[in-house]
């Protein structure tokens, strides 16, 4: 019989959120940044974007933020995946497209052209820890480090009682694993991928991407996609950004690291983003690409290593100034007000030097 203790991955979230904010009256007292701010409610009345699943349920707060700052303004969003929004908003479908990697290689150029000979800028709007989660009759607690992980997604560690395993978690039941991954180009999936790529030691071979390079296991559609086969398969895992995790109340594995086993909320808001920096793309100051790449290997306690950067690819400059007003406006919200209340949904917000950078972005939106 499993013995259930679904509440601890939830318990130590909002542990970790009030560590973070003591002092402070409650979990959800807004930045300083978020206070005051002023929102430039012009350009087109409708919006569209598409892209990370990942951001989605954050969008759904960022849209509700906007359309309460602007009244009468409208915003759709569909959660298509990381590289379905980058090829809507390549091909001028939509006006911003969500994603969880930056533009790379071609599309900066692709970007260029659609941007009627403007940059793009990839601007950070927020962060979210993605969760090793799983589905074991047996247990509710799993601790699994990175050459463990990147076997198990490799195909390398078919059972749960592998001794990779068992080693760490003592015993386990003699099932096959069942592998989860992401069918659809996804960022989530590009972010899980560097961080096997960047923590195992050599044991994840596959490369990164937006594509599942593991070879093994089944694939779903989508953060919801993924999570929802967990949670209906006996012997699963799958990496899911925490929000999905959350809303399907999902057991998550601990991770080891060199500073021992890290669980996310055991402070991730303060230890984790201090050691996220910003790299950017060429010369441009205003294309904030970020590099996560200290994350995957810290060696300090408690940080939680696995972690992605979610964007909004905008234009510097659009061809049509009444959707550049629009798009400012809704950028505006999002960096700001847009950023509190966060926490409790699953996802980091900006800190304040991020946002500085940020917000000068946005504010030079044309």
């Known amino acids: 019989m499993k013995q259930r203790n679904r509440s601890r991955s939830a318990v130590s979230f909002l542990a970790a959120g009030v560590l973070v904010v003591s002092g402070c009256s409650h979990l959800d007292t807004p930045p300083t940044y978020a206070k005051g ?4 409610c012009g350009g087109k009345q409708d919006l569209t974007g598409s892209g990370s699943t990942a951001q989605a349920n954050a969008m759904s707060h960022f849209i509700t933020s906007y359309e309460e700052s602007c ?18 908003f390549l091909a001028a479908k939509t006006d911003f497209g969500g994603s969880d990697s930056p533009l790379s290689g071609d599309e900066h150029t692709a970007a260029k052209q659609r941007c009627g000979g403007a940059d793009a800028w990839d601007l950070p709007v927020v962060f979210g820890p993605i969760a090793v989660t799983f589905n074991v009759e047996t247990t509710d607690v799993l601790n699994l480090d990175a050459p463990t992980l990147a076997r198990i997604f490799s195909g390398a560690v078919t059972r749960w009682d592998d001794p990779a395993i068992t080693a760490q978690n003592g015993n386990m039941p003699a099932e096959d694993i069942h592998v989860v991954y992401r069918s659809d180009a996804s960022g989530t999936t590009d972010n899980f991928q560097q961080y096997l790529q960047g923590a195992a030691g050599g044991a994840w071979t596959k490369g990164a991407g937006k594509v599942f390079n593991g070879g093994a296991g089944t694939a779903a559609k989508g953060n919801e996609g993924t999570a929802e086969a967990v949670k209906n398969t006996e012997g699963a895992i799958s990496y899911n950004e925490w929000s999905y995790a959350m809303k399907q109340h999902l057991d998550a594995a601990g991770i080891q690291t060199a500073g021992g086993v890290a669980h996310i909320g055991n402070d991730f808001v303060g230890k984790t983003i201090s050691n996220v920096t910003i790299k950017g793309q060429g010369a441009d100051p205003n294309d904030l690409v970020l590099d996560l790449s200290k994350v995957y290997a810290s060696t300090s306690p408690g940080v939680y290593p696995i972690l992605l950067a979610s964007y909004e690819v905008v234009c510097a400059k659009y061809p049509d100034a009444e959707v550049g007003k629009a798009v400012k406006a809704f950028m505006q919200s999002t960096v700001t007000d847009g950023q509190q209340g966060l926490n ?6 900006l800190p304040s030097d991020f946002q500085t950078r940020v917000a000068t972005a946005v504010n030079s939106i044309r």
């Not at 701010?37 to 430039?40: E, L, T």
Request: charged share 10%.
């Open 344 to 349: 409790p949904l699953g996802y980091i917000p």
């Open 37 to 40: 701010v002023h929102i430039d």
């Open 71 to 88: 009244s009468g303004k409208q915003l759709t969003y569909t959660g298509s995946g990381s590289g379905a929004g980058i090829a809507d």
